[in-house]
């Protein structure tokens, strides 16, 4: 009876109760123990959980503790429930000592789960979701201005690609962000300041792609993009798609914007473009500024010829406009100075000169009135397009008349030529200056009979000192930009270059290497070594280091083997290792003067130094190598062609011995110089690049301050 209950409990998952228990009890108290069918007691078991089998206590009415008696208890036939043990039953096996032992590995379970193949899948396919699921940055999400924010620092900082990186891959990719239009508008302008115009262009494309509206600040960026390409064909065929697309969207082109359109148009394009964007500006009612005159002053540096002239007709044009020049439109002026031509001398004098009187007429007649851009006007002075009306041919030809005849006119004089000026101009000891002319101040003598160089076009306006004045009047500064370029047109002479250095202290400007090696290579070119030298021995005084390009300008002025010898030694002394351009300066001298003792002395240094020719060395010493074209080694002899022969046989050795040097190992190993110099430069002070930069930026805000205080005390 006790094994059926235990039994049907154990089937039903009960424990068993307590009655049952206190049966058990006594049913072992008053028969002797029965041996049970250990073989199925023992298979039974091996599914029962340890919960049914566990005796429970209770409370006996004598103050004892029983406990619930399982299957083994009777099986064991021996233990009683009192605590009594009792002796084994003879006829059980062995094996009944362990029996129920088998089921503890069941007993230690507490719950079961269902389980199956369907379920298993479905837990990897969930493993496999974990995985597929990017992993987002822990913390706060950031905004796309933030992003923003990181990829401008980013650029300034020189790190472009890094910026890029930050907003494809962290930004999209990682948080997911919606990006804004100045997210995109801030890495277009990065790319265009890098010359990446295609990478431009892809951002602007995928900014169009995702429905954001592009603004002015983005359609400045592609237009600066345009202007900053390394391919000048590529950025204006840009360039004019882009002008297309916002006129045929009819979208009102800002002033930044249009003038970000005239930087392109004369960068890569001509002067003509510049003044129909300027005509499209005017229509559309957008104010003419001095940033406006300084890109058209930029597409006269397009005309190499008449360049010049273009720009005088510009700055006139600016002056009667009723706005004043600023250090830009100087700088730019003695650009085209120094690079550009002027012309028909004859054409120039009656473009320059002829409308000067009608103008200034005009002006007395009407003081109070506003000056207008004629645009028409101006496109047809300066490209020289006949006026359809002849009125104003005849009056032009008669105020041309008048103002040749008048007594107080201006002469036009050959600068070459001595003639004894009048009595009234010869009382005036100040300069010709066609700046003043266009101002309206008359008497001075202007020459444009004989312009050959850069001198004489600075000449025309006034010389160094009448711009240095000029730009002193209308309250401007020079700056090294200005002071260089006026290095690379004055005359040579100590004189030039201490004018030079007196404007520089007087405006606090600090002159660097770059400004020595104009002086310099204007003296080496000019045959005037020891004027070179000199300044070599003033950059030692103010405490300007030579590079290698300062040696590069002085091999301009070595045309004796023992001064070319002489200046590869004194590079060896300053840690200085020659390249290609100072050897292509020693082998252009050495050319000019048929010295082919020295040439073969260049090439041997040149082996020795493992310095690789390039393709402009190769062609100088092809130019070298060969006859002249009348000359007849059998009919006559020439002093200067007797060392042609054995200078050709070690020329084609050479050739066979030295390893040329393509154009993209002479950037490389340009760009490794600047890193050098730029090592070398921090590791001299120990600072950084931008810590020198706050160093030199204190040292101003204190001078300034000192002055200020010295001031106010006085």
Not at 1 to 14: F, H, I, P
Not at 342 to 371: C, F
Request: net charge positive; hydrophobic share 35%; with cysteine.
């Amino acid at each position: 009876m006790l094994t059926s209950v235990a039994c049907s409990c154990a089937r039903n998952g009960k424990k068993v109760s307590v009655p049952v228990a206190k049966l058990s009890l006594f049913s072992g108290a008053t028969n002797p123990p029965r041996a049970l069918n250990p073989t199925g007691v023992r298979d039974l078991s091996r599914y029962l959980s340890s919960r049914l089998l566990t005796p429970t206590p209770w409370q006996l009415s004598g103050g004892l503790t029983a406990r619930c008696v399982s299957l083994s208890v009777a099986s064991h036939g021996g233990t009683d429930p009192l605590g009594s043990p009792s002796a084994p039953a003879e006829s059980d096996p062995p094996d009944q000592e362990n029996f129920g032992s088998l089921s503890a590995d069941m007993s230690s379970r507490r719950s079961y789960r269902k389980d199956g193949p369907y379920l298993q899948d479905l837990r990897y396919r969930e493993d496999e979701e974990d995985l597929v699921k990017p992993r987002r940055r822990p913390g706060r999400r950031n905004t796309p201005y933030w992003y923003f924010l990181q990829c401008k620092k980013l650029i300034k900082e020189n790190k472009l690609q890094e910026a890029l990186d930050m907003f494809s891959r962290d930004m999209l990719q990682g948080e997911r962000l919606q990006p804004e239009e100045f997210n995109y508008s801030v890495l277009i302008g990065g790319c265009g300041r890098a010359g990446q115009l295609k990478k431009a262009f892809k951002l602007y494309n995928e900014m169009k792609k995702r429905g954001l509206i592009a603004t002015d600040a983005t359609y400045t960026a592609l237009f600066n993009a345009c202007a900053q390409s390394p391919s000048q064909h590529a950025g204006l065929q840009q360039a004019l798609k882009l002008e297309q697309e916002l006129h045929r969207k009819s979208y009102p082109i800002s002033t930044i914007t249009y003038h970000a359109l005239l930087k392109t148009h004369a960068i890569t394009n001509h002067l003509q473009a510049c003044i129909h964007t300027l005509r499209e500006m005017l229509q559309k009612g957008h104010v003419v500024t001095q940033e406006t005159f300084h890109y058209l002053l930029m597409g006269c540096l397009k005309d190499k010829e008449t360049g010049f002239r273009l720009a005088l007709q510009v700055w006139r044009q600016m002056l009667r406009s009723g706005i004043l020049p600023d250090s830009k439109n100087y700088n730019v002026l003695l650009r085209t100075a120094r690079d550009c031509g002027i012309g028909d001398a004859s054409l120039a004098s009656s473009v320059l000169l002829g409308s000067d009187l009608k103008y200034e007429r005009e002006r007395v007649s009407e003081p109070g009135r506003t000056d207008v851009i004629e645009i028409d006007l101006l496109e047809r002075q300066l490209f020289i397009q006949p006026d359809p009306l002849s009125d104003r041919q005849q009056d032009s030809r008669d105020s041309e008349d008048e103002f040749c005849s008048s007594e107080d006119s201006t002469s036009l004089i050959p600068v070459r030529q001595t003639v004894s000026l009048p009595a009234n101009i010869e009382s005036d000891a100040k300069a010709p200056n066609l700046l003043d002319v266009f101002e309206g101040k008359r008497g001075g003598v202007i020459s444009l009979g004989t312009v050959d160089g850069a001198p004489d076009r600075l000449a025309l306006i006034g010389g160094a000192d009448g711009v240095l004045k000029k730009m002193e009047a209308n309250g401007l500064c020079p700056d090294l930009k200005t002071l260089t370029l006026l290095a690379d047109m004055m005359e040579l002479g100590h004189t030039s270059l201490q004018l030079l250095l007196k404007v520089a202290k007087q405006h606090k400007v600090k002159l660097d290497v770059a400004f020595f090696n104009s002086v310099i290579r204007r003296a080496a070119r000019a045959g005037d070594l020891e004027e070179a030298k000199a300044v070599v021995s003033v950059m030692q005084q103010r405490n300007v280091s030579v590079d290698v390009q300062t040696f590069g300008c002085l091999a301009l002025g070595c045309e004796r083997q023992k001064d070319g010898l002489q200046l590869l030694k004194d590079m060896e002394e300053a840690g200085l290792r020659p390249n290609v351009q100072v050897f292509s300066a020693l082998i252009g001298r050495a050319m000019r003067r048929l010295d082919y003792i020295y040439l073969k002395t260049l090439l041997k240094t040149m082996s020795s130094m493992e310095v690789w020719p390039n393709e402009v060395i190769i062609r100088q010493l092809e130019f070298a190598s060969q006859y002249p074209p009348s000359y007849n080694q059998y009919k006559s002899r020439n002093n200067y062609l007797v060392q042609i022969d054995g200078f050709r046989g070690y020329y084609q050795q050479w050739l066979r011995e030295m390893p040329a040097q393509t154009a993209e190992d002479e950037q490389a190993a340009l760009q490794t110089e600047t890193d050098s110099a730029v090592a070398v430069t921090g590791e001299a002070d120990g600072l950084t690049e931008s810590q020198r930069k706050q160093r030199a930026a204190a040292r101003r805000y204190f001078s300034r301050h000192k002055d200020s205080k010295s001031s106010a005390a006085l």
